[in-house]
């Protein structure tokens, strides 16, 4: 079965609500017709609420892990799939929770 990738049109979130963004390499592997994402482009989040006690303490990246294991679109860096595992860190880089992921392409095409 094709892995079910992650595009710049996947939904990611953090666990509190916040959205995530993306800082894409990959423009020439598609999905879906958006640029699969690749595990070391860059997800910033935006919107995150999270609080600890009095500290406003919100979700701001996103650090993948779990990509394909036969390497992506660019000179060999994996794509992030549906079963990438996001570790979503506050400014401090305080890990705050796995990141959700609601939407993914089922078939790539590319150059």
């Not at 595990?39 to 996103?62: E, L, M, N, R």
């Not at 992030?80 to 890990?95: D, H």
């Amino acid at each position: 079965m094709a892995p079910l990738y992650l595009t710049i049109a996947s939904t990611v979130m953090c666990p509190h609500g916040g959205q995530a963004s993306f800082v894409f390499a990959n423009t020439k592997v598609t999905a879906g017709g958006a640029p699969i994402l690749l595990v070391s482009d860059t997800s910033i989040i935006a919107g995150c609420p999270f609080t600890v006690g009095p500290k406003y303490q919100p979700c701001v990246t996103i650090q993948w892990s779990a990509g394909t294991t036969k390497g992506g679109p660019n000179d060999g860096a994996p794509a992030l799939i549906q079963t990438s595992i996001g570790l979503c860190k506050s400014a401090e880089g305080i890990p705050q929770g796995v990141a959700i992921i609601t939407n993914t392409q089922p078939k790539a095409s590319g150059v």
